[in-house]
């Protein structure tokens, strides 16, 4: 590494007092008393170097990233993936550091986990981590329900079959007020009763408020991870309300490098429910490619399936790569898994 001074000096002895480093430049506030002493006067100004890297090579400036719901089965795998590249990480989630035999297969936390912070704040609740957005290269959100609370109650006998039933394939439900027109900061308020979740209010709207939060903090990058297709007995408004985050996030917050990130089913061996679902999902994708695509309809049923951990690694590739925005499917998350394994081993 070069330096490059601005002006010429002769230091015998030098107090470096502050340390600043941006845009590729070193700030000194230095305070000599050696330096250009006068009359016994000691004078104190700045000096400023700029980097020039070797040629032909770039400086590679580590990243910070918050990821939302980093405690969970992918975002554990997002935040692992940018701790081996060096990266400055945070999760957010309810809870701060995950029960670990809950995501992995010991209850003990691994090596990696050390490097990341745990933080504690509420998705619907955008003032509890806005203060984590700030100096953010970029932001994700890896959160969401699979099942709205209906089926819980159904099985507890606290609702009726019918009205659950009624309620879980309804065409649309309640979300929060318009993500999109609150103040700055400004919770979101679930408009069912007693507060329940939603597909609306955590598939679309908890997206489209902290997309909106990154913005107002000027975060260049942010990542939603979506999904590629519905599941069968899932209600197709888990999907239809993650499509409508991306659409509402793609013409109304154009500041943003969005990337939306569709994974197919997610599986590995420390969830062993996961793996017959997988073998499942590999069968029926070879099927599905026997008959031309005939099958595609049934959604994850004939999707070929993913390894937690090669969604995690495309995320965190996609995030360095300035050139990835927009729709992210099955064969471009092999392919930036790939690109970055590959690049882990250079």
Request: overall charge positive; proline content about 5%; some cysteine.
């Amino acid at each position: 590494m070069q330096f490059r001074g601005i002006g010429h000096l002769k230091i015998s002895r030098v107090s470096v007092r502050s340390l600043s480093s941006q845009n590729n430049t070193i700030s000194l506030n230095i305070n000599s008393e050696e330096l250009l002493k006068l009359r016994g006067t000691t004078y104190q100004f700045s000096y400023t170097f700029k980097l020039f890297p070797p040629a032909g090579r770039e400086m590679a400036a580590a990243k910070r990233i918050v990821v939302a719901g980093g405690s969970g089965f992918l975002g554990s795998r997002i935040c692992k993936s940018a701790v081996a590249r060096g990266w400055e990480v945070v999760s957010l989630s309810r809870h701060g550091e995950p029960a670990w035999d809950t995501i992995t297969s010991s209850p003990q936390p691994p090596q990696w986990a050390k490097s990341v912070e745990w933080a504690k704040a509420d998705i619907l609740k955008p003032a509890t981590y806005k203060p984590f957005l700030k100096y953010t290269s970029a932001v994700v959100h890896s959160m969401g329900i699979l099942l709205e609370a209906d089926y819980k109650g159904i099985l507890q006998g606290r609702e009726s079959i019918v009205s659950g039933l009624r309620k879980i394939f309804a065409p649309s439900r309640p979300g929060s007020q318009n993500p999109l027109q609150r103040k700055e900061g400004e919770e979101l308020l679930s408009g069912e009763s007693g507060g329940q979740l939603t597909y609306e209010l955590m598939n679309r709207d908890s997206v489209v408020a902290l997309a909106q939060e990154a913005s107002y903090e000027h975060v260049p990058t942010f990542v939603f991870i979506s999904a590629a297709a519905g599941a069968p007995m899932v209600p197709e408004r888990y999907l239809t309300t993650k499509r409508d985050a991306e659409a509402l996030i793609s013409s109304n917050l154009s500041d943003l490098r969005s990337i939306f990130m569709r994974p197919t089913f997610m599986y590995d061996s420390s969830r062993k429910l996961t793996l017959p679902i997988a073998l499942g999902g590999i069968v029926g994708s070879e099927v599905n490619g026997l008959l031309g695509g005939r099958l595609s309809s049934l959604g994850m049923m004939t999707a070929k399936p993913l390894n937690v951990n090669i969604v995690g690694e495309a995320v965190v590739e996609a995030i360095g790569d300035d050139d990835v925005q927009g729709v992210v499917g099955l064969k471009k998350i092999e392919t930036l898994a790939t690109k970055g394994w590959r690049r882990s081993m250079l």
